[in-house]
Each structure stands twice: as C-alpha cells, then as structure tokens.
C-alpha cells in the first residue's frame, strides 16, 4: 500500500459524458501527478500540481482539466469523453518540488471505459 | 521532444535464466528511475541513478546508468516467478516538465 488512494477504482460511462477522478496523496506529501496509462501509449504523464498550484504540464488535452485543493487532494476532470479516453488513470505523489528527481508514489489507479 | 524508448517490449523466460531490458534517451538524462508494475497493480518505485556510469544493485538486481547519461539498463539474475510484470523506465532531461516514461518491457517466467 502506497498510501496513495484514488476513487472511484472502476468507472463506466459513455461518449460525450463528464466524469472526474479523485487522489489523495500520502500523508506529508505536497506534488500531485496525474498519469495516464493505455495499452498502446505506456505510462503519459498529464499534469503536476504542487502545493495547490501547477507545477508540470504534460500531454494532456484541452477537455482534461484538474486541480489541487487547499487539502492537497486533486481531481481531474475529463469532458466530453471519447472512446480513445478509456484507460488506466494514476495519481502519483511525492514529498515536494523536486518532483522528476524524487520517488514518486503511486495509487491503484481509476479504470475508465467509455462505451 | 525527449523521447525515452525502452526494448524489448516482451520477455519470456524460463526461471533460472537471466533477464535485461535497456533504456535509450533521444537526450541527455539528469537522473533516470526504474519502477515495477505488478499484473493488475500500479507502478512501485524500484531505485533512482544520478551520476554517469553509476551500479546499483539491489540483491539480484543490477541498475546501470552509461557513461554518456543517455541508456540505462535493468539486469536481474536468476529469475523468479515473483519478477513477473512489467518494468519501465522513466528519464528526465532537466528542463521543464517531469519525468517521461518508456513504454515498459513486460516479463513473464515460466516455472
């Protein structure tokens, strides 16, 4: 157990639908990421948040959204899903503003299927 | 942009025998991770190398970082059926952004 916890773990939904993903990082930890992991593609990284602030942008589209709350949980929202969507979303987080060179702990992850 | 590519994408082997998966970079690393996807799990950090030409061995696990920081390399001895899943390696060039991920080598072993 990272400590990382995400909700929900499944997630079916249809095209055209708006869902949002929530994390909660280990206890002490400041940075937020947000992965996205398909079959094709490996492990993508979508956006970093440290703090309540984004620290990171990676390859995430423009119907993806997310943020950090004063708690340091996150969510990511993702609108307008399309088939292409569905996949393995991770939530990763690490003690502080170092983020590519610290361990970075992730959750189970939230399985997305867009039918 | 940076581009981490990692070989092979499969292995399969028979427990006993020796397995390696090498990481390539389009450009230099600062620091490259190692992380261990079990099947169904998420990623588990395994180890972090900084410096050019450095070994790290953990038990029988051996992570090389090249002279040149640009390829790494994961080499476990004897495997078990317990090394099953999915490795990847993930660099960072240093600049903005985070780390970027390979696309992983999949291990399966056969008892």
């Known amino acids: 157990d990272s400590g990382v916890t995400q909700t929900p773990k499944h997630l079916i939904t249809a095209t055209g639908q708006r869902v949002t993903l929530r994390c909660s990082p280990r206890s002490g930890d400041l940075s937020v990421y947000w992965y996205q992991q398909s079959l094709d593609q490996g492990l993508q990284f979508l956006i970093q948040?440290?703090?309540?602030?984004?620290?990171a942008k990676g390859n995430i589209l423009e119907r993806f959204s997310a943020q950090q709350f004063p708690d340091l949980h996150s969510e990511l929202n993702l609108s307008s899903l399309e088939l292409g969507d569905s996949a393995l979303y991770f939530c990763?987080?690490?003690?502080?503003?170092?983020?590519?060179?610290?361990?970075?702990?992730f959750g189970p992850g939230t399985r997305l299927l867009v039918l | 942009g940076q581009q981490v590519m990692q070989i092979p994408q499969y292995q399969h082997v028979q427990e006993g025998e020796d397995f390696t998966t090498y990481c390539n970079s389009s450009?230099?690393?600062?620091?490259i991770q190692w992380y261990k996807q079990r099947p169904g799990g998420h990623p588990v950090f395994l180890i972090q190398?900084?410096?050019?030409?450095e070994v790290k061995k953990q038990k029988r696990l051996t992570f090389q970082f090249g002279e040149a920081k640009k390829n790494s390399s994961l080499h476990i001895t004897a495997t078990q059926t317990t090394d099953v899943g999915t490795y990847f390696c993930a660099g960072y060039g240093g600049s903005q952004g985070n780390l970027i991920f390979g696309k992983g080598t999949k291990l399966s072993v056969k008892p």
């Open positions: 190398l900084v410096k050019s030409g």
């Open positions: 948040y440290y703090n309540g602030e984004e620290r």
């Open positions: 450009t230099t690393l600062s620091n």
């Open positions: 990763a987080s690490s003690h502080g503003l170092a983020g590519p060179r610290e361990t970075q702990y």
